[in-house]
T-cell receptor, first 115, second 112 residues
């Protein structure tokens, strides 16, 4: 168990470019979450997968954002036509299957800067 | 809509002090409450999870309590150390496996 892994750790991109982030959850965790955090704020929920099914999407997730989790393992978050307002830390978390222990474990995040 | 508030927003204490961080939430129908620590530029580290049926959880120098009916949780840190300096976030989970709703955090500085 190596924890939740996110790549890349940092990404600088020009406005209008597309970017893709990857998250590898803790093995055997069937739930995977994406959050976005801006400076001085708590993380805000973006979307949630249970296995390969995307069960919930926040209103924050505009049409430019898409997330996938093929085969219920790793997940990718893609942002198309990036805007300066997309600059933030993107955090991925996973939690185990089961109804009692739903403790969430977070990765180190991907810091996106749009210039 | 669930809202989570953390007080104070920032706290500076001398080393060795015991301290309390507060978290309140507007909808008491929660499933779990979780406390996290975040170092600058890093991800979140889970500290304690309290299930809705529990009143408190302890881990080392940390003790978290939950009063679901009043919508409050506290994180007690005993004998604070400079290494405790970080931002502490609380988050509530409304149903099993659902999203977490976070507060804005308390930025703690422990001075040597």
């Amino acid at each position: 168990d190596t924890g939740v892994s996110q790549n890349p750790r940092h990404k600088i991109t020009k406005r209008g470019q597309n970017v893709t982030f990857r998250c590898d959850p803790i093995s055997e965790h069937n739930r995977l979450y994406w959050y976005r955090q801006t400076l001085g704020q708590g993380p805000e929920f973006l979307t949630y997968f249970q296995n390969e099914a995307q069960l919930e999407k926040s209103r924050l997730l505009s049409d430019r954002f898409s997330a996938e989790r093929p085969k219920g393992s790793f997940s990718t978050l893609e942002i198309q036509r990036t805007e300066q307002g997309d600059s933030a830390m993107y955090l991925c978390a996973s939690s185990p299957r089961g109804q009692v222990n739903t403790e969430a474990f977070f990765g180190q995040g991907t810091r996106l800067t749009v210039v | 809509k669930q809202e989570v508030t953390q007080i104070p927003a920032a706290l500076s204490v001398p080393e060795g002090e015991n301290l309390v961080l507060n978290c309140s939430f507007t909808d008491s129908a929660i499933y779990n409450l979780q406390w996290f620590r975040q170092d600058p530029g890093k991800g979140l580290t889970s500290l304690l999870l309290i299930q809705s049926s529990q009143r408190e959880q302890t881990s080392g120098r940390l003790n978290a309590s939950l009063d679901k009916s009043s919508g409050r949780s506290t994180l007690y840190i005993a004998a604070s150390q400079p290494g405790d300096s970080a931002t502490y976030l609380c988050a509530v989970e409304e149903t099993s496996g659902s999203r977490l709703t976070f507060g804005e955090g308390t930025q703690l500085t422990v001075n040597p």
